[in-house]
């Protein structure tokens, strides 16, 4: 057999396949509970490895002892492994979908997985002998591909490897869409199914991009996200979900820089205390002092607006930086944190603090960070004096 035999590449290509997989197992090694998009993407390759095999389960193509393997007939093979890489491509859609965190629901993961699928087949059963069941087949691929890409540029964003998948992608639409225009303009004859329905070369060449460059990219872009859940606990405090002071540190700067500096827009600091921490833990236990902080914790997550810096300081110290931002609109969130802990359930003790506040148009250096902190820590003294209040000091300048 020839390099140029299309039986010979399809031998050559489903090993590797199946070998890419294997790798992309290996990739997902210490991703911890992030493997569903994983599991879906084996199961796209799994599928992709039976439309492969299709082929080989046809009279003719296997000779001598495995003659047995011959139980589908041309048709029946053209049917099923058409069909197969449908559901191959609405798995690895799935996968991605997962990646993203926009699966959706489990009807609609089925009409991802599924329902191009379903359609392909009822469109196969009204055209199988006739000159348009092809392009019928290149249709429906294209859509797959492009619904794929749609799922697929999002994450261009968070993972290098996404730019892979993107430009086979791009190859698969265009191979598809040259195809599918030139035989709408020049039908083919309706197809003899009197021999193998086999591979052509044409098409080889592209399962063989979409085997290695798809998995290895998906590959990297599991190991990417391993990177950034790791770097992302480094940041954050792992009992309350809040930043630590590493991650305060990175992300203020950055933030600041961005949002206060030549815009002049006003920067709210304040640095909360909980009341009577210590009673709670010597009367309840340490335990119950870890659940008064995660429900502090989970008050404010769940008040503050998304770009409001919300860290873990000390061991019940908080700090809050309202970017454009001033005093009074400081203090109404404050308020309302105080009226939500008044409502909370889950506390085995009623959760109080106190807290500095302060007002600054300049924070983008370690010495005017310190200067706004060191004013957010004298008013946060005079405000433990009193407990449950707030005190704010007048605007600071570095």
């Known amino acids: 057999?020839?390099?140029?035999?299309?039986?010979?590449?399809?031998?050559?290509?489903?090993?590797?396949?199946?070998?890419?997989?294997?790798?992309?197992?290996?990739?997902?090694?210490?991703?911890?509970?992030?493997?569903?998009?994983?599991?879906?993407?084996?199961?796209?390759?799994?599928?992709?490895?039976?439309?492969?095999?299709?082929?080989?389960?046809?009279?003719?193509?296997?000779?001598?002892?495995?003659?047995?393997?011959?139980?589908?007939?041309?048709?029946s093979a053209f049917v099923a492994n058409t069909s197969l890489l449908m559901l191959a491509i609405g798995g690895h859609?799935?996968?991605?979908?997962?990646?993203?965190?926009?699966?959706?629901?489990?009807?609609?993961?089925?009409?991802?997985?599924?329902?191009?699928?379903?359609?392909?087949?009822?469109?196969?059963?009204?055209?199988?002998?006739?000159?348009?069941?092809?392009?019928?087949?290149?249709?429906?691929?294209?859509?797959?591909?492009?619904?794929?890409?749609?799922?697929?540029?999002?994450l261009k964003r968070r993972y290098r490897g996404a730019w892979g998948l993107l430009a086979g992608q791009a190859a698969l639409l265009l191979f598809h869409g040259y195809n599918t225009l030139g035989l709408l303009i020049e039908p083919l004859p309706p197809l003899p199914f009197d021999e193998p329905d086999m591979f052509s070369l044409a098409a080889l060449g592209m399962d063989f991009m979409v085997s290695f460059l798809f998995t290895l990219c998906f590959g990297l872009m599991l190991q990417?996200?391993?990177?950034?859940?790791?770097?992302?606990?480094?940041?954050?405090?792992?009992?309350?979900?809040?930043?630590n002071r590493r991650g305060a540190s990175v992300q203020l700067f950055e933030q600041s820089r961005r949002l206060v500096g030549p815009s002049n827009y006003p920067m709210c600091v304040a640095l909360l205390d909980l009341d009577n921490f210590k009673k709670i833990n010597d009367q309840y236990g340490h335990a119950a002092g870890d659940i008064a902080l995660t429900v502090f914790a989970s008050s404010v997550l769940r008040l503050k607006p998304k770009e409001v810096l919300f860290a873990r300081w000390g061991g019940e110290e908080f700090l809050l930086?309202?970017?454009?931002?001033?005093?009074?609109?400081a203090r109404q969130f404050l308020g309302?944190?105080?009226?939500?802990?008044?409502?909370?359930?889950?506390?085995?003790?009623?959760?109080r603090f106190s807290a500095g506040l302060a007002q600054t148009h300049e924070m983008d250096t370690q010495s005017a960070f310190e200067t706004v902190l060191h004013a957010v820590d004298q008013a946060l003294y005079r405000a433990k004096s009193v407990r449950d209040r707030v005190e704010s000091v007048e605007p600071v300048a570095s």
């Open 93 to 154: 859609t799935l996968a991605l979908g997962h990646l993203a965190g926009r699966a959706g629901s489990p009807l609609r993961q089925l009409v991802v997985l599924c329902g191009p699928a379903a359609i392909y087949g009822v469109g196969v059963a009204l055209l199988l002998h006739g000159a348009y069941v092809v392009p019928w087949f290149l249709l429906l691929a294209l859509a797959s591909i492009g619904l794929q890409l749609g799922v697929t540029w999002p």
């Open 336 to 351: 309302q944190l105080r009226q939500a802990l008044g409502e909370a359930k889950d506390s085995p003790a009623p959760i």
């Open 321 to 329: 930086v309202f970017p454009r931002t001033g005093l009074d609109t």
């Open 1 to 75: 057999m020839l390099l140029n035999d299309p039986l010979t590449l399809l031998l050559l290509i489903t090993p590797f396949g199946l070998l890419t997989t294997l790798m992309l197992c290996l990739s997902g090694v210490g991703i911890g509970k992030r493997h569903t998009p994983l599991l879906w993407w084996l199961a796209g390759d799994l599928l992709l490895a039976a439309y492969r095999s299709v082929d080989f389960l046809q009279p003719g193509v296997a000779t001598g002892s495995y003659a047995w393997l011959a139980v589908l007939s041309p048709v």
């Open 224 to 243: 990417e996200q391993l990177r950034l859940d790791i770097l992302q606990m480094s940041l954050t405090d792992t009992l309350t979900g809040a930043l």
